[in-house]
Nanobody, 126 residues
Framework: QVQLVESGGGLVQPGGSLRLSCVASGRSLSIYAMGWFRQTPGKEREFVSAITWSFGSTASADSVKGRFLISRDNAKNTATLQMNSLKPEDTAVYYC???????????????????WGQGTQVTVSS
């Protein structure tokens, strides 16, 4: 069984920064990619950013390009999302996700991921 544990959420003022981390664990852990999604009440889960494990290729939503940076530490099975220049519209529950294989739907699709974390709240407010 694979477990994903997120940390780093919280309250920050507009223009501030937060760093989210996600640690994956489990027997026979096989990672193709890890990603971050976010969700607000009444809305669908939205893709934020993703990174492939072997080559470190990244993808990000247009709304966060230039502000958010995803990285990975293969040895620690950890994906990190550095969020800068935060805006009130970034407020959401952020979820970490793990894909075990390449999916034709692409890294921006919820369905491409087999495992999900419990979510961490990010609130951007003055």
């Amino acid at each position: 069984q694979v477990q994903l544990v997120e940390s780093g959420g919280g309250l920050v003022q507009p223009g501030g920064s937060l760093r989210l981390s996600c640690v994956a664990s489990g027997r026979s852990l096989s990672i193709y990619a890890m990603g971050w999604f976010r969700q607000t009440p009444g809305k669908e889960r939205e893709f934020v950013s993703a990174i492939t494990w072997s080559f470190g290729s990244t993808a990000s939503a247009d709304s966060v390009k230039g502000r958010f940076l995803i990285s990975r530490d293969n040895a620690k099975n950890t994906a990190t999302l550095q969020m800068n220049s935060l805006k009130p519209e970034d407020t959401a529950v952020y979820y970490c996700a793990l894909a075990t294989s390449r999916d034709l739907r692409g890294l921006g699709s919820v369905g491409a991921y087999a495992y999900w974390g419990q979510g961490t709240q990010v609130t951007v407010s003055s």
